[in-house]
C-alpha cells in the first residue's frame, strides 16, 4: 500500500494552521531543484521503509535479493515517486500564479505547502489533479522498463513477487520484478489519492471543488466533504486494524495511521464549518470561494424576488 501524497495551503487560519515554516520542524533541508522549491525530508520517513524491511525479514523464505527489492521499493523509488507527485501538485500552483513554499516528504507520504492562487474554484480542481496525473507519466516509464527486462514475456506482468523466482534469476529477472512492483505502487497511489474521497488527500479536494462549482453552498460543501471523509476514514481504518491484528503487516499499520491523519484533519474542517468559520479553513479560504458564495446569494435572492412578483 502506497503512502498517500496531498497538497497544504499555507494560509494561516484561526485554528491554528500556521505557515508552512513552522511545519518544518524535525526536517532536513535537501535543497531545491525544479522551479526553485525546497525540499525537505521528515526525519522519521524512513520509518516505514525500516517496517517494511523487518517484516522481509520475519517473511517465510526472505533472501538478500528479496530485502534488496524491499529497499528498493521503500527507499527510493517511494521517495522519487512522492517526490514528482508533489511536484505535480507545486508546478500546477506556480502556473496558476500561486507560490510555493516547498516540499515535505514524511512517513504517511508527502505535503506540498502552496499558496493559494487568485483565480476560479476550478484551479483547486486542476492543483489536485495535477499531482495524480503525474503517475501517469511514471507509469509509462516503468512500463518501458518491464518491457525492455521482460524479453517478450508479458505474462510474467504479475502483482505478486515470486521469492524462489527472484533469489534464482539475474539482474533482468529483478529489474523486471522491481518495475513490475512499481507500476503497482503508482496506480495504488492514484487510485488511493484520486478515487478516494476524503479530505486531504487529493479525492477529497477535488470533491470540494467540484460541490461548489456544481452550485453547492460551501458550508453544505465543507460539512459534505468532512463527514464523508470521516466515515471513510473509520471504514478503511478499522479495515487496516484487522488486517494488522490478522496478518501483522505494516501497510495495514500504515493505512490506519492515514486513516487517523485523514479523519483529525476532516474532523477540524467540520469544527470551523459548524463554528462559522469555513472561510478560515485553508481549503476554503480563498477569496474565490467568498465571491461565489455571495454570487449563489444574490441569484438566491433574485429567484425568490421573481416567484413573488410572479405570485403577486
Keep these: 500500500m502506497a503512502s498517500p501524497t496531498t497538497t497544504t495551503n499555507t494560509t ?7 505557515s508552512s515554516s513552522s511545519s518544518y520542524g524535525w526536517s532536513l533541508y535537501l535543497g531545491s531543484c525544479i522551479g526553485g ?23 517465510s523464505g526472505s533472501t538478500s535479493k528479496y530485502m534488496a527489492l524491499l529497499f528498493c521499493i521503500y527507499g527510493p523509488i517511494l521517495f522519487l515517486t512522492i517526490l514528482v507527485h508533489e511536484y ?3 508546478l500546477m500552483t506556480q502556473k496558476l500564479g500561486g ?4 516540499i515535505m516528504l514524511w512517513p504517511l507520504g508527502g505535503l506540498a505547502f502552496c499558496g493559494p492562487t487568485e483565480g476560479h474554484v476550478k484551479e483547486d480542481l486542476y492543483v489536485a489533479i495535477a499531482g495524480p496525473a503525474t503517475h501517469i507519466l511514471q507509469v509509462a516509464v516503468w512500463v518501458g522498463i518491464f518491457a525492455w527486462t521482460c524479453h517478450g514475456e508479458w505474462d510474467t ?36 489519492n484520486l478515487c478516494i474521497p476524503a479530505y486531504p488527500l487529493d479525492g477529497g479536494r477535488c470533491l470540494a471543488a467540484l460541490l461548489v462549482m456544481c452550485g453547492v453552498r460551501v458550508p453544505k460543501a465543507a460539512y459534505g466533504t468532512s463527514i464523508l471523509a470521516m466515515l471513510l476514514a473509520i471504514a478503511m481504518g478499522s479495515y487496516g486494524a484487522a488486517e494488522y491484528i490478522s496478518k501483522d503487516s505494516p501497510n495495514a499499520l500504515f493505512l490506519v495511521l492515514i486513516c487517523i491523519f485523514i479523519f483529525l484533519n476532516s474532523y477540524q474542517l467540520f469544527k470551523m464549518t459548524r463554528a462559522g468559520r469555513v472561510y478560515q479553513h485553508p481549503l476554503f479560504s480563498r477569496p474565490c470561494y467568498r465571491e461565489t458564495e455571495q454570487q449563489q446569494q444574490q441569484q438566491g435572492n433574485s429567484t425568490t424576488m421573481e416567484n413573488v412578483a410572479e405570485m403577486t
Excluded: K, M, W
Excluded at 521528515?42 to 520475519?58: A, D, M, N, T, V
Excluded at 507560490?99 to 516547498?102: H, M, T
Design 12 to 18: 494561516t487560519s484561526a485554528a491554528g494552521n500556521n
Design 37 to 59: 522549491i525546497p525540499i525537505r525530508l521528515h526525519y522519521s520517513y524512513f520509518l516505514i521503509l525500516i517496517l517494511e524491511l523487518f517484516s522481509g525479514l520475519q517473511a
Design 88 to 90: 505535480g501538485h507545486a
Design 99 to 102: 507560490q510555493v513554499q516547498g
Design 157 to 192: 506482468f504479475n502483482r505478486y513477487i515470486n521469492i524462489s523466482e527472484l533469489q534464482n534469476g539475474g539482474t533482468d529477472v529483478f529489474f523486471r520484478i522491481v518495475s513490475a512492483q512499481s507500476i503497482f505502487l503508482n496506480i495504488g497511489l492514484v487510485v488511493f
